[in-house]
């Protein structure tokens, strides 16, 4: 069984630009802060000799609880697409829950900017781990992926000059 949940923001940036930036390893950290139960992720660390993500290779997210995952790049198709999914790392108690995570981001164009959606999939260890997983994902970690857009958003629209 799967729970799916999103997040969505306009920026106003182009799709290159905010595809650059996610897809620039070491920035997440700086964004994505959690809520409630979900942690912060503190750094981040690629493979010896990596300076940039590839599809293929696998990332360490160091989590302000201490827990480290381990994310695989799955997807990257510039200027739309980055994907990735958590290959192992993830902490008790979400553990009894969910199995599998995957982390799927789109940077459309939209009113001369893009309009980022952020898509977070869990498979669940069993149905019966739905009732407690539901609230988690649906509310705990969507508002971290809201919190984190928003971060996004402010960073990058603060870097744009103004127009006259």
Same mark, same amino acid.
Request: aromatic content about 12%; glycine content about 4%.
């Given at each position: 069984?799967?729970?799916?949940?999103?997040?969505?923001?306009?920026?106003?940036?182009?799709?290159?630009?905010?595809?650059?930036?996610?897809?620039?390893? @070491?920035?997440?950290?700086?964004?994505?802060?959690?809520?409630?139960?979900?942690?912060?992720?503190?750094?981040?660390?690629?493979?010896?000799?990596?300076?940039?993500?590839?599809?293929?290779?696998?990332?360490?997210?160091?989590?302000?609880?201490?827990?480290?995952?381990?994310?695989?790049?799955?997807?990257?198709?510039?200027?739309?697409?980055?994907?990735?999914?958590?290959?192992?790392?993830?902490?008790?108690?979400?553990?009894?829950?969910?199995?599998?995570?995957?982390?799927?981001?789109?940077?459309?164009?939209?009113?001369?900017?893009?309009?980022?959606?952020?898509?977070?999939?869990?498979?669940?260890?069993?149905?019966?781990?739905?009732?407690?997983?539901?609230?988690?994902?649906?509310?705990?970690?969507?508002?971290?992926?809201? @919190?984190?857009?928003?971060?996004?958003?402010?960073?990058?629209?603060?870097?744009?000059?103004?127009?006259?």
């Amino acid at each position: 069984m799967k729970i799916h949940t999103q997040a969505i923001a306009y920026i106003a940036a182009s799709p290159e630009t905010v595809y650059s930036t996610l897809t620039t390893p @070491h920035n997440f950290p700086s964004y994505f802060r959690g809520f409630g139960p979900v942690p912060g992720v503190s750094h981040e660390a690629l493979p010896d000799g990596k300076i940039r993500y590839e599809v293929g290779i696998l990332r360490k997210m160091y989590n302000e609880d201490t827990s480290v995952l381990t994310e695989k790049i799955t997807e990257l198709e510039y200027p739309n697409l980055f994907a990735y999914e958590i290959v192992s790392g993830i902490p008790v108690p979400f553990s009894l829950l969910v199995n599998h995570g995957r982390s799927v981001w789109n940077c459309l164009p939209h009113n001369h900017g893009t309009l980022l959606e952020w898509h977070y999939i869990v498979t669940l260890t069993s149905v019966a781990a739905y009732p407690l997983a539901f609230p988690l994902v649906r509310f705990f970690m969507r508002k971290s992926m809201q @919190h984190c857009l928003l971060t996004i958003k402010i960073n990058m629209e603060k870097s744009i000059p103004a127009t006259a």
